[in-house]
């Protein structure tokens, strides 16, 4: 008997779970006083969409985190003096010259510090490609109208970061004190004096007397190292928690609305993918680090006011601004014993109000349409003509006023003239993105049109057939329930209108100018001319009936058509 319960003793035992583990009892103690486990089992499951293009947001992240680890790194070597001192160091081509405490530690920091070289240059990479990963993004951004409602205080935070960015970057290579940075400060000084009145007070603020003084190195630092660079965290928190909040949004397809959300779990799957794809960019960022020179400040020397390095060149997302002043004629003013420099005050002022027309874009266009709904399905670039041209156009004037902005290098290397080069900057910057406006439309209304014959005819399958009476077709192949959603699930909106100045009675009414000035704008964006109009279900029957739906032969198209009637009706 005693055995037999004894038995049964030892079953229960192996039955019964053991004594909860160390990591158990610590989540057990985190969740009774803070409630993580109801947070998280309602948000780590969460459903994200999936496209290619999200990973430009990605690298703009990840890129971000690996400026913040080198940035850390090269704190801890960098002097931001600029008390002069006699180099003395492992390079000897710089022994014996007279230099800035401050590039003294740089030029350390690249041959005494191990591993110095490589931080320095993954650093300066990092943030090259954190700016350019940001442009991308944004351009992805606008061209899918992903910045309209509830995303527009995301595409705020987004320019934000991008504005700051340029900033950072800015006072970033201005640290080391060699010549091309000393150059570029030359410039910026020269640019804070071309303000009126208040530019000269500025400027001796900022420098701590005349240029170049002795105090810009050391207020520079902390303004990178700490004030920009926090304010960019803090901004980069609050847009991914709207991201995971409002999350992406996806395109068209079978079973996407604007109330669901077709992709996979925030975990395992998202994070495993995010976790892999940081490992990816930091991988090439460290490859081109280790293989690509980047700023090798030893090779163009400590900065001095009477000398300025061949082909100095900005970084290239300063170019735009580099390039509006290189081009623009020196006309000046002189009233009451004071000179307005316009030639640079000018090109100042109009750098911060391009950027400030793409902040406010979404809420333009939200007051141009009167278009209040949530939108979390993203448009594709081509129906949307107008904003898809502007956005390129864009991009075109970027583009020329970086011609611009070396100018000097675009000359020599091609043996063109450097006056030739500054006139085609001057003319194209007006010329040329206006004809990537008309052009880019233009293709976005072929696309459109193909799209259009496409759902109405079949896709071409090169495959040609004999009628009985003779005469020979391309035989189309039909398109599929979820292809005839995607070309047709895009909305058309019917531009505002003021309506008739003169009511039933005679009397005229009175019509507020913003109502006009959103009329013309409406019309511009949205008026007969600028778009393709999809099918109607009408149009598709008939095209049925009348044997253009795959040219006959082909099932199915009962139900293409109440695919594309259902995708109408949305």
């Avoid at 509830?150 to 800015?170: F, H, K, S, Y």
């Avoid at 991914?240 to 975990?267: D, S």
């Avoid at 759902?455 to 004999?466: A, Q, Y």
Wanted: charge should be neutral; include cysteine.
């Amino acid at each position: 008997m005693s055995s037999t319960s004894g038995s049964g003793l030892t079953q229960g035992d192996s039955t019964r779970p053991g004594p909860p583990g160390k990591g158990e009892n610590l989540a057990d103690w985190a969740d009774g006083r803070l409630g993580l486990y109801p947070m998280a089992r309602a948000n780590l499951r969460k459903i994200f969409p999936d496209h290619w293009s999200f990973m430009f947001g990605e690298i703009c992240l990840y890129s971000f985190l690996i400026v913040i680890l080198t940035g850390i790194y090269l704190t801890l070597f960098f002097e931001p003096s600029a008390a002069e001192v006699v180099y003395h160091g492992a390079y000897t081509p710089l022994n014996g010259v007279r230099m800035t405490r401050a590039f003294e530690s740089t030029v350390d920091i690249s041959f005494e510090v191990r591993g110095g070289l490589l931080i320095r240059q993954i650093h300066h990479w990092a943030a090259l490609v954190f700016v350019a990963g940001m442009l991308v993004h944004m351009m992805r951004v606008f061209f899918t109208g992903a910045f309209r409602k509830p995303r527009e205080i995301n595409w705020l935070i987004g320019w934000t970061l991008l504005m700051l960015a340029l900033i950072t970057g800015l006072t970033g290579y201005s640290l080391p004190d060699d010549l091309l940075s000393g150059t570029g400060l030359r410039f910026a000084h020269g640019a804070i004096l071309s303000v009126p009145i208040v530019g000269t007070y500025l400027a001796f603020f900022l420098f701590g007397g005349e240029f170049p003084g002795d105090d810009i190195i050391a207020r520079l630092y902390p303004v990178h190292i700490l004030l920009l660079p926090g304010i960019m965290l803090g901004l980069v928190v609050a847009h991914l928690i709207l991201v995971f909040y409002h999350k992406h949004t996806q395109f068209a397809g079978p079973g996407r609305t604007e109330k669901n959300v077709v992709g996979a779990p925030f975990l395992p799957v998202y994070v495993a993918k995010a976790g892999g794809f940081f490992f990816l960019v930091f991988g090439v960022l460290a490859i081109m680090g280790a293989v690509v020179t980047i700023n090798p400040v030893w090779a163009l020397g400590p900065y001095r006011p009477d000398l300025v390095s061949t082909g100095a060149q900005p970084d290239w997302y300063l170019g735009f601004s580099e390039g509006l002043i290189r081009v623009m004629p020196s006309w000046e003013i002189n009233a009451w014993g004071h000179t307005l420099q316009l030639g640079v005050f000018i090109p100042f002022t109009l750098f911060p109000l391009i950027m400030m027309a793409i902040a406010v874009y979404p809420f333009i266009e939200a007051w141009v349409t009167g278009d209040k709904r949530e939108h979390h399905i993203a448009q594709r670039p081509r129906n949307a003509p107008t904003r898809t041209g502007l956005g390129v156009a864009w991009l075109t004037l970027y583009g020329v006023l970086l011609i611009g902005g070396g100018n000097d290098l675009w000359a020599t290397h091609f043996h063109l003239s450097i006056n030739t080069i500054t006139w085609f900057v001057r003319i194209g910057s007006f010329v040329v993105p206006a004809l990537a406006f008309v052009i880019t439309r233009r293709v976005c209304q072929g696309l459109q049109l193909r799209d259009s014959e496409k759902t109405l005819h079949g896709r071409e399958s090169g495959t040609l057939k004999r009628l009985p009476h003779g005469e020979y077709i391309e035989v189309h192949t039909p398109l599929t329930q979820g292809e005839l959603h995607t070309l047709t699930a895009h909305e058309q909106p019917v531009p505002f209108e003021v309506g008739p100045e003169v009511d039933a009675n005679g009397v005229r009414r009175p019509v507020k100018r913003s109502d006009r000035l959103r009329a013309r704008l409406a019309k511009a964006m949205y008026g007969p001319g600028t778009y393709v109009p999809k099918p109607t279900v009408e149009e598709y029957r008939r095209a049925l009936q009348n044997g253009h739906g795959g040219h006959g032969g082909h099932g199915g198209h009962g139900g293409h058509g109440e695919q594309t009637e259902e995708s109408q009706s949305r």
